[in-house]
């Protein structure tokens, strides 16, 4: 029986479409800035990241992710995104909460 993903696929990787202790290695091949808004109606920019890998991106909206990125890769808000393409990231899951519920969220680290 075919799910709401296989009718109507997402272009973003998902945490629900990671395994239960699943990594994934990328290389990053561009990044994109973009602008969304918030549950509260609040605009917010983020990136978009690209890979060879794979067709699907992986939003970089959250001050997690963001550091992360600013702690693998040297800089600071400031960083230079350009340089991301070509390095490696290896993504995972972790529970987490949002809102006050519980949810999997997809986070990143250094590459093996």
Do not use: C, H
Not at 14 to 30: G, K, L, M, P, V
Not at 82 to 89: A, C, I, M, P
């Amino acid at each position: 029986m075919p799910s709401f993903s296989d009718v109507a696929p997402s272009e973003f990787l998902r945490a629900d479409q990671f395994r239960e202790n699943e990594e994934r290695t990328y290389t990053i091949q561009a990044w994109k800035p973009i602008k969304f808004k918030q549950d509260n109606g609040d605009e917010k920019a983020g990136v978009d990241l690209e890979f060879v890998e794979t067709k699907s991106k992986l939003g970089i909206y959250n001050k997690v992710n963001r550091e992360k990125l600013y702690e693998l890769f040297g800089g600071g808000y400031d960083f230079d995104l350009d340089s991301l393409v070509g390095k490696r990231v290896t993504l995972y899951t972790i529970l987490t909460e949002v809102a006050g519920k519980p949810a999997r969220a997809i986070r990143l680290k250094a590459a093996k």
